[in-house]
């Protein structure tokens, strides 16, 4: 079986050592490159199977500007690093299409685990629900492909979004609880982490809702969950 390869953009050379040495581990295979220009370059002529992105670069383009290129041309599942816990940082991540994000500083452990968590989601095989498509109201879901099209016009989700959407859609008109969700989303170890849930259902809705503050195809129930509406 191939190793999954890993590129890790960042500046930091103590850190890129040590996540590198640890990935090299933990048997993935590992590539580096110091700015946003060159993991672009990189990204566009090599296969890769996850990006661990820093938002703080040197040069022209941020950690933020090289995820938004990216999802341009590739759906390669990104780790976003920063040093900053502000929500509107992690949010800002999940609109240009980030998978995860992790706050500096960070064990070891931690990376490891959220690397295992987004290449084992990203990988994944899924059955089919009541055949190869789903379709409610102007929102159609091509399993398959796994693409997701809203009035004929096809949404970019991330790896992650479209697993949240996928398992929502599986239980059309049921409510899945948080913890029901994150737990086939990312993994038992995250059934509490419920900010990361409410900050993809928000991005996702960007994506799909004609009015992301008045959806009607994901809808919450206020502490148990959320549903995908059944819409005419």
Known sequence: MRRKRILIVDDEPRLVRLVKVNLLASGYEVGIAADGKRAIEILESSSYDL???????PGSFSGFDVCKIIREFSDIPIIMLTGRAREQDRIRG????????????FS?????????????????SEDFPNGPTYTSGDLMINFVQKRVFVKGNEAK???????????????????LTHEDLLTRVWGAEYRNELHYLRNYISSIRKKIED????????????????HLAIVE
Do not use: W
């Not at 990006?51 to 670069?57: E, F, N, P, Y």
């Not at 609109?95 to 500083?105: E, M, R």
């Not at 009015?211 to 959320?226: C, E, Q, S, V």
């Open 51 to 57: 990006l661990i992105l820093d938002i703080i670069l």
């Open 94 to 105: 999940f609109d240009v299409g980030a998978d995860d994000y992790l706050t500096k500083p």
């Open 108 to 124: 070891v452990e931690e990376l490891l685990r959220r690397v295992k968590a987004v290449l084992r989601r990203t990988c994944r």
């Open 157 to 175: 989700l991330t790896a992650t979004e479209y697993q949240i959407l996928y398992h929502l859609a599986c239980h059309s008109g049921k409510v």
């Open 211 to 226: 009015d992301p503050g008045n959806p009607k195809h994901i809808l919450g129930k206020h502490g148990i969950g959320y």
